[in-house]
Nanobody
Framework: QVQLVESGGGLVQAGGSLRLSCVASSSIFIFSMGWYRQAPGKERELVAALTRGGTTNYADSVKGRFSISRDNAKNTVYLQMNSLKSEDPAVYYC??????????WGQGTQVTVSS
């Protein structure tokens, strides 16, 4: 497993932007990386994923607004969030996954959007 630490959350006005970062304790080269979010009273949902090969997958609700990227040299994955909406507030979690291994999760970072 790998330890993950998210940062970059905070309070932003609707229409604004935030960039979340997730730093891993070791190389993320072998992992598919993802960002998930969980709002109060709701299940955790996938926001964006990025495979080792560079394939991305986004939730329909964030397509065109959010972008996931990774810097393997820095053991870091990012989530650029633009045009934030009132439905985006949640705790955002970073995850590292690989077939045959249990998924590693970060502790989460809170995103709040004010109208």
């Amino acid at each position: 497993q790998v330890q993950l630490v998210e940062s970059g959350g905070g309070l932003v006005q609707a229409g604004g932007s935030l960039r979340l970062s997730c730093v891993a304790s070791s190389s993320i080269f072998i992992f598919s990386m993802g960002w998930y979010r969980q709002a109060p009273g709701k299940e955790r949902e996938l926001v964006a994923a990025l495979t080792r090969g560079g394939t991305t997958n986004y939730a329909d609700s964030v397509k065109g607004r959010f972008s996931i990227s990774r810097d393997n040299a820095k053991n870091t994955v990012y989530l650029q969030m633009n045009s934030l909406k009132s439905e985006d507030p949640a705790v955002y979690y970073c995850a590292a996954s690989r077939v045959g291994l249990s998924t590693s999760w970060g502790q989460g970072t809170q995103v709040t959007v004010s109208s």
